[in-house]
Structures are given as structure tokens and as C-alpha cells.
């Protein structure tokens, strides 16, 4: 691996800047950040910074979307394509016939592997293997996105006599390029049986975050916290940054992650759910399915509960948030608690929670939106 380039059209900020310095420290890695002038998809982002991307004359590279959770098989998928090089190699996994229709639905020859139809997101079932949104590309594979992006230039200007379209760099990677060269044998699929969710909601982020958690049980056991004498008490798998602060009389999990500077109370109990930097618990809180901002405080007493939400590929009865996260760079206030501090002798029921710095919560609210 010689570069890692975050493509998007985020307007780049303080906290992105210190985050790539502490990245580029921490792997040894240039990392830089492309902005979009217009948001211009997937494939268009990849065309239009293609002289950046090829420089340096890379034999491959790895187009990853962000906002998956996977295991990442990038080895794996690194020896497949030198064993059998083209120009898309793809990285898919199964999904049971409800929750496929959610996904791009991948035909393949089972002898070859090659990707012979593709459809993004089909109305009625076509296949049980779908895309993960991790890929590897040779340099040849910007060709056919050069040819899409002729081919809307020339559609551009059948209708713009200016001659100027500005769509012509918006390109979507699966259904311009994938679906159109599925069965022209460019186009391959190596397979996976490890894990990987989307994550396009806080309850999917904590679905992800109870993956890794078992993942780390498996590659990295000495990540997890361990019950000991005098410390709090762990079940299953949890994470405690070395710098947090966590009273003996705690109980944390299943599927806790505690980050850096956190402050745990005492008679705290914390399960399946993420505390960011700098956050406090105070005394005797009671904090379930929910994500904690940076720097905020749950005052003690309270009670934070959020409701799960699985988006398991493989579980029919699963609900698949498409609605992302983030617009235009902004949280968008989608069924999320905003707060910094907590002072509730009563119950509070947030649906996927986040609690967030800035704001002040003073009485009980039950499925409310917090602005």
C-alpha cells in the first residue's frame, strides 16, 4: 500500500485536517483528502481525480465505500486478482432472498466467478450474493468511466446548446458502469463469509460496533477488557481506552465500546452502546442501545435507551435504513437525541440514540427529535 485518498465533497474542516495528521502518524501512510467541486457519485469522483489516483504508476487500487463495516479481505482479494487479473474485481457476500433486494444483486458464473448481470437494488429476487462496496480496479477500469462520462457529455449537449453540461461528471459506479459490462468479461467477484453490515444509522453503527468487538475476540483478544478483582464488571466483549476512568461498581456489556478520556460512575450500567472521547456517566445511569457524543454528560440517575436495530444482511425481519447519516456535511436530526447533559429522574426512550454536546435536556421526552 503506498497512498490512501478520502474522495468527497465534505467541505474539509479543523477536525478532518487533525484526523488525517493523526492517521498519516499512526500508519506510516500519505492520506489526503479530494474534494468534489459538485457531489459527482461514486464513478465520477473516481474519473475526475483518475491522474491523482494514477500517479506513481499503482499495479491496482482499492476503491472502499465508507460507510461499510467489514473485515475488509483486502489480501485475499489482492492474491485473486494477481491469480486471475481484470479490470473490477468486486467483493461480495450472501444475503437471504427478503434482504438481498436491498442490496446490488450479483449474478455469477460459479465456476469463473465472473459477474455475468448485475442489478442495484432489484423490485423482485435475482440473487443472493450482493455487493459489499469494496473493490479492487486496474488502471484499466477508469476507461469505461471515461467512456460514461463522453457518452453523458454527448447526451448533455442534445440538450444544453451551451455545449457546458455540468452532469456529464456525475457517474454511479454500479449502475452506469457495473450493470452495463456485467457478461463482457471485465467484471469479477471474490466471495466472503466474514462479517460485514452497512452502516447508515446510529443503531447500525452500534451493529457494527458489536462486529468488531467479536472480531477483536478472535484476532486481537488482548483489546477486550478482562473482569478482574476492584474493576468493574465486564460481560462479553468490551473495549476501555487505557486513558478511561471506569468505577468498580460498574457493569459494561455485552458489546461496549469506551473511548478516550471517558468517565464511568459508580452503579453505572452500560450495554450495547459506544461512549466517545471525553464523555462522562455520572453515578448510577443506565445507558442501553445508544451512541454518546464527545464531551457529553449523562447526568446521574438518568436512563438513555435506545431501540436496536440490526441491519443483519442475512435476517429476514431485519429493517434496512437507507436514509444517511449526514447531508451536505451536517447530522441530519433523523429520530436523534441532541444533549450535553441529562439531569432525568425519569425514563427517556430515544429510538437509536445519540446524545451530542451543545444542548440541555431538562424533562423526560419519549420518541421526540431534540434540536
Known sequence: MQ???????????????RFLEAAQQEFNLPIR??????????????YHFRDQILAGGPEAFFVLNADVCSDFPLSAML??????????????TTANRTQSLNY????ENPQTHEVLHYVEKPSTFVSDVINCGIYLFSPEALKPLRDVFQRNQQDGQLEDSSGLWPGAGTIRLEQDVFSALAGQGQIYVHLTDGIWSQIKSAGSALYASRLYLGQYQLTHPERLAKHAPGGPRIRGNVYIHPTAK???????????????????????????????????LQEHTCVLHTIVGWGSTVGRWARVEGTPNDPNPNDPRAHMDSESLFKDGKLLPAITILGCRVRIPAEVLILNSIVLPHKELSRSFTNQIIL
Open 3 to 17: 497512498e490512501i485518498l478520502l474522495i468527497g465533497f465534505y467541505q474539509p474542516d479543523e477536525p478532518l485536517t
Open 33 to 46: 483528502y479530494l474534494q468534489e467541486f459538485v457531489p459527482l457519485g461514486t464513478g465520477g469522483g473516481l
Open 79 to 92: 492474491d485473486a486478482y494477481r491469480h486471475q487479473p481484470h479490470p473490477f474485481l468486486l467483493l461480495g
Open 104 to 107: 446490488g444483486c450479483i449474478v
Open 246 to 280: 471506569v468505577a468498580p461498581s460498574a457493569v459494561l456489556g455485552p458489546n461496549v465500546s469506551i473511548g478516550e478520556g471517558v468517565t464511568v460512575g459508580e452503579g453505572v450500567r452500560l450495554r450495547e452502546s459506544i461512549v466517545l472521547h471525553g464523555a462522562t
